[in-house]
């Protein structure tokens, strides 16, 4: 506010400073001012102010580049991949090099959804169930390693 206060005093006290009132704030204070610079080696003054908001979509989006930044799966360590709903729980265990998804749990199998009947999303009991399917379709298929935190052991 400070910084807005002081331009407009320059705006009152210059009138070669034109404010640009097609774009304030909803206060109504000038997000950007323009002023002829009268040194061009320095910055002119502007300021322009504006707010960029993001959804939730976009930020998961961020979050999982970010990751898919460090972690790589491969076929000897392939990567757990875990996506929540509102209403379902999604896991994969995914080898990148092939682009393969070699075991899938979901709370839409008919194994986890006929023993639990739940209408506002997944509970901690679901995931433990939906966990303990994705163990057992991994060492099925003889996955004991991968490409997430050490806490998680399969255990034959």
Known sequence: MAITATAMSLAMATPSLQLNHNRTSFLGVPLRLSMPNPHPSLPSLFLNV??????RTEDRHARHTRIRKKVEGT????RLCVFRSNKHLYVQV????KMHTLAAASTMQKQISE????SSGPTIEVAKKVGESIAKS???K???KGAWPSILKLEQ
């Open 115 to 118: 023993e639990f009947n739940y």
């Open 142 to 144: 003889g996955i004991t």
């Open 94 to 97: 995914i080898d990148d090099s």
């Open 75 to 78: 076929p000897d360590r392939p």
């Open 50 to 55: 504006e707010a960029k908001g993001r959804t």
């Open 138 to 140: 991994c060492l099925e």
